[in-house]
Nanobody
């Protein structure tokens, strides 16, 4: 069974940093793009960042460009989201999304259960 597992969420002051991890197994990890989504209370789930599998191309939502960095370690079956300069608008539950192909935004095949990020002002 494929079950991505997120970790690394928590409470941080505005301007601080967190690194989220998504560990996944049960499939050919380096064959699938991996994305991070987030959902704040009362809002729809939105794509934050994605990294393709074949060439490591990365994508970022405009609001996080320059602050967040996505990376992957295929040897560890893990994708990371380094979040710097966190803002009051960043708090949400962050979800790992195993994409259905090696291309980003091709649709989610598997969702993690999420990790909560809270930012204090």
């Amino acid at each position: 069974e494929v079950q991505p597992v997120e970790s690394g969420g928590g409470l941080v002051q505005a301007g601080g940093s967190l690194r989220l991890s998504c560990a996944a197994s049960g499939f050919t990890f380096d064959a699938n793009a991996i994305a991070w989504f987030r959902q704040a209370p009362g809002k729809e789930r939105e794509g934050v960042s994605c990294i393709s599998s074949s060439d490591g191309i990365t994508y970022y939502q405009d609001s996080v460009k320059g602050r967040f960095t996505i990376s992957r370690d295929n040897a560890k079956n893990t994708v990371y989201l380094q979040m710097n300069s966190l803002k009051p608008e960043d708090p949400a539950v962050y979800y790992c999304s195993v994409q259905g192909s090696n291309w980003c935004w091709s649709g989610t095949a598997y969702w993690g259960k999420g990790t909560l990020v809270t930012v204090s002002s």
